[in-house]
């Protein structure tokens, strides 16, 4: 383990409990996860498990909150979120280590993660005030006017790969409209969560944020209890469905951010060494590609192809060598644990088996030993009915497709029941306009890859998800329309 951090057990949470009604408590049944680091096979702490009645718990807390805060004014509500971003900024540092430690992810990613979440609650506090209502003139004796109102109690269930944005942005979108939460850590990813949670318990009126660690019993009462009105996931499409049978029985309303397999399309007349350094970026090498926006399939023109393969692996083989994740230096991290490792192992071994030809990687590597780390992956010669080339891996495996018939092309880019994310490089504009009309995804970037802007609705097509979030119409989602009559 990385010297810079000798006393890393100093930085775990004080308190590891589930939270909920502003305090930490004990399982009720007195179950517990085993958190592990990626980076050596460790154990790193154990954290409670919540079964269906700490969740109930939780709900019940953020329901009693509910009434009082739905009541607190915007100004208020928008200052404890800005108190939130501050906090966030404060301790940076130990909450870039803590994610670094728990997942895998290079220290210096996860630092950039901590600032981005803080802008991202900047924005938030200043986005409430444009959540407004209509007026309807009739006559002149009677009009309409219309509220928007706070849902109630919206459960989050969030994913592993960035622990400590996806927490601070999911946690207090929804209370930014007067919504109370009760939110899901990861069940790999739990320590900044409970980290922040214990830093702001005394920013916030007790039940208005709710953070529980848990699995499957944990998840499946989020998803079904009459208490909840909105239930979100950023998660798997199996996960996705799940929930929504669950949900279906009290007509619960769903946010979905599933899963991915995002097409990277290169025309003949894209700009090589962009091109190149947007193949590389898109892939998302540094969280060893556990991203559900990866560009993981790149379609190559046959005019290109050679060339750009031959510098795109060039650049991946000099930028990303996997190393200690707690390393300032490192640029490539540890797969979250074991489990991730088998799975990209078995679809490297399909690869194989379905032809496509390995030119770099496909193997393991032990910069420290027992951890989890796999080298970066790129496949050439792939064909759109191979598995590597239809089911998401989420690991670092690229697959290069090469393309000479552009309705084919597209056929194959549209085929896969994801649709999240597309890249398109032409410097021609009107071929890369045409072109993002056809690609079948939710964001899609045109000669760049992988950036994320802070109001851009982020959300997929197709099985990759159902409704947007990240903007102002994520929080007109979490409200619900009055209309009021009045006669004069």
């Known amino acids: 383990m990385d010297q810079k951090y000798p006393d890393l057990r100093a930085k775990l949470p004080r308190n590891l409990g589930l939270f909920y009604g502003g305090e930490f408590h004990e399982p009720q049944t ?47 509500r928008c200052n404890l979120i800005r ?22 992810s290079p220290v210096t990613i996860m630092r950039l993660e901590v600032e981005y979440a803080a802008m991202n609650l900047d924005m938030l506090a200043g986005l409430p005030f444009a959540v407004t209502g209509d007026t309807h003139n009739l006559t002149s004796d009677m009009f309409h006017y219309t509220l928007r109102e706070p849902l109630g109690v919206v459960a989050r269930i969030v994913a592993y790969n960035h622990p400590i944005l996806m927490v601070a942005v999911k ?41 529980l660690t848990g699995g499957k019993s944990c998840g499946e009462t989020l998803s079904s209890h009459p208490i909840v009105q909105r239930v979100t996931l950023v998660g798997s499409v199996p996960i996705g469905r799940m929930i929504s049978k669950a949900a279906a029985d009290t007509l619960k309303l769903t946010t979905f951010e599933l899963g991915g397999k995002n097409a990277l399309v290169a025309y003949p007349d894209a700009d090589v060494p962009a091109l190149v350094d947007g193949i590389v970026k898109g892939m998302n090498w540094s969280w060893c590609g556990q991203s559900c926006s990866s560009t993981s399939r790149v379609f190559l023109h046959e005019s290109l192809h050679d060339r750009v393969l031959e510098a795109v692996v060039d650049k991946i083989t000099s930028d990303y060598q996997p190393g200690d994740p707690l390393d300032d ?16 192992q078995k679809y490297i071994a399909m690869g194989k088996e379905d032809g496509a030809r390995l030119v770099l990687g496909g193997e393991p590597t032990t910069p420290i030993s027992g951890g989890s780390f796999m080298m970066p992956t790129v496949f050439a ?108």
């Not at 269906?52 to 909150?65: I, K, N, W, Y």
């Not at 640029?331 to 489990?339: E, F, I, W, Y």
Request: aromatic residues 8%.
């Open 171 to 211: 946690l207090l979108f929804p209370v930014a409209v007067g919504n109370t939460v009760v939110l899901k850590a990861a069940e790999q990813a739990p320590l900044s969560a409970l980290r922040f949670i214990e830093l702001l318990a005394p920013v916030f009126p007790k039940g208005v944020i709710n953070v």
């Open 329 to 344: 230096n490192t640029t490539m991290g540890a797969l979250v644990d074991q489990k991730a490792m088998a799975r990209v």
């Open 30 to 76: 007195a179950e517990f996860i085993t958190v592990t680091s990626p980076i050596d096979g460790q154990e790193i702490t154990k954290v409670p498990s919540a079964g269906a009645s700490d969740t109930v718990a939780a709900l019940e807390a953020a329901q009693t909150a509910f009434e009082s805060w739905r009541d607190v004014s915007t100004v208020d």
């Open 381 to 488: 010669d792939v064909e759109q009915s191979m598995r590597i080339a239809r089911e998401e891996i989420f690991g670092p495996v690229m697959c290069v497709l090469k393309w000479t018939d552009e309705a084919k092309m597209w056929e194959d880019v549209n085929s896969v029941e994801y649709g999240l994310t597309g890249a398109i490089y032409s410097s021609n504009v009107a071929t890369a306009h045409k072109a993002a009309k056809k690609m079948e995804a939710g964001y899609i970037w045109v000669n760049t890859s992988s950036t994320h802007f802070l109001g851009i609705p982020f959300g997929g097509y197709k099985q990759s998800g159902k409704g947007r979030e990240h903007d102002l119409q994520e929080l007109y989602d979490m409200t619900q329309l009055k209309a009021v009559h009045v006669c004069l």
């Open 83 to 104: 108190k939130a971003a501050q906090i966030l900024r404060d301790h940076k540092e130990e909450l870039a280590v803590l994610d670094a430690w728990n997942i895998g």
